[in-house]
Structure formats: structure tokens, C-alpha cells
């Protein structure tokens, strides 16, 4: 079974950044398509960022300029540079592949952003 985990968040100051890191049991990202996840209380889940297995990424239009997802196919770890952090970014994070049906929600990292 594969395991995600997640790590990096904290808390952070409006306009601050971070790198968030998710680190897979098994070399997953050079096969599936996968992407960070964020959940604020009384809130859907939403799609922040995907990347596919061959390197192309799409946004959510709220992170447009603002996140970059990336990928270590070596090291088995995907990333996401946040930057010019908002309140409105407050949220557990988390990252995920359909693997074939099954999606290894890991227990997130919380990402807080207020002054």
C-alpha cells in the first residue's frame, strides 16, 4: 500500500511563504497524475495544483502565479512553493494520486496565515 506524507506547513505571516513537501512510499510520480489538496473548516476540499507523470501542471485561478507544484521523481517527493501568502490560504493541506481507484489521503499539514 502506498503511503503519502505530507509535511512544511506552520504558520506564516500575510505575504510570507513555504514549501510543503509530500513524500511517497514508492516511486508513484513518474506514473500518475497527482496534486495538493487544501481544506478549510466549513469548506469543500479543493484542488490547489495537479502535475502529471510527464511534468505538466494545472492551477486552481486562486494560486495563479502565486503556488508552483513540482516533482523529484528520484526522491519520490512532490513539493508545493507557496508564496505571497493570504489569510484566505489558511487550510489543511493535503496531497494524492488515483492510484488505479485507491487515494492514499495522508493526514495533511496545516497551513496557517495570519499576522
Known amino acids: 500500500q502506498v503511503q503519502l506524507v505530507e509535511s512544511g506547513g506552520g504558520l506564516v505571516q500575510p505575504g510570507g511563504s513555504l514549501r510543503l513537501s509530500c513524500a511517497a512510499s514508492?516511486?508513484?510520480?513518474?506514473?500518475?497524475?497527482a496534486g495538493w489538496y487544501r481544506q478549510a473548516p466549513g469548506k469543500q476540499r479543493e484542488l490547489v495544483a495537479e502535475?502529471?507523470?510527464?511534468?505538466?501542471?494545472n492551477y486552481a485561478d486562486s494560486v495563479k502565479g502565486r503556488f508552483t507544484i513540482s516533482k523529484d521523481n528520484a526522491k519520490n517527493t512532490m513539493y508545493l512553493q507557496m508564496t505571497s501568502l493570504k489569510p484566505e490560504d489558511t487550510a489543511v493541506y493535503y496531497c494524492?494520486?488515483?492510484?488505479?481507484?485507491?487515494?492514499?489521503w495522508g493526514q495533511g499539514t496545516q497551513v496557517t496565515v495570519s499576522s
Open positions: 494524492n494520486a488515483n492510484l488505479g481507484g485507491y487515494r492514499p
Open positions: 514508492g516511486s508513484i510520480f513518474s506514473i500518475y497524475t
Open positions: 502535475i502529471t507523470s510527464g511534468g505538466s501542471t
